[in-house]
């Protein structure tokens, strides 16, 4: 058997612009750098506001696709 989900319980991904990106896990390249636009789940990451600014802090696991 499977599960059947209806459109409307769908969430739809968010989309943000890369502001940096670490050195990766264990130095390891990241696929992503500033300035990539990027989808991600809703929750996603944890919210963080610097100056009136605000950002989400995520994995790079995270990310669902890189916009081109």
């Known amino acids: 058997g499977g599960i059947i989900i209806p459109d409307s319980a769908k969430e739809k991904p968010m989309k943000g612009v890369v502001a940096a990106a670490g050195p990766g896990k264990d130095k390891a390249p990241m696929s992503v750098k500033e300035g990539d636009v990027v989808l991600f789940a809703k929750y996603a990451g944890n919210e ?18 890189v916009v081109e």
């Open 48 to 65: 963080l506001s610097i100056d009136g600014d605000d950002f989400i802090i995520m994995r790079e696991e995270e990310i669902l696709a």
